[in-house]
């Protein structure tokens, strides 16, 4: 019955994090394809992010995630630290990005 409950946590767990961190509650739509869609790309990104998570784990470089002050015993980063990391870096991001979309632009 623990196990159960726990697997059902996990996928409560999952949409919560669909919702409030990826926007899935802004979704405006009144057909079914947009509402597929939104949700697609969400569960896509959502998905690399958990990989990039546990990517950054295994990489073992602590360098990028320290544990919370306010929460010394936690053994590793999740999801939103992963949003974290991402974040300070979105300057440097989007000038790749820019610089990438650039050249494809003076290519075509």
Request: with cysteine; net charge neutral; charged share 35%.
């Amino acid at each position: 019955m623990v196990e159960l409950f726990c697997a059902r946590f996990r996928q409560e767990d999952g949409f919560r994090d669909l919702k409030q961190r990826l926007g899935w509650e802004e979704c405006r739509a009144w057909t079914r394809n947009p509402i597929e869609r939104t949700s697609q790309a969400q569960w896509v990104t959502m998905s690399l992010l958990r990989l990039l998570q546990f990517r950054l784990d295994a990489a073992g470089g602590a360098d990028w995630w320290s544990p919370p002050p306010w929460d010394r015993k936690k053994e590793r980063p999740s999801v939103l630290d992963v949003e974290r990391l991402l974040r300070r870096h979105r300057p440097e991001i989007q000038r790749l990005l820019s610089e990438w979309l650039g050249d494809e632009v003076e290519a075509a």
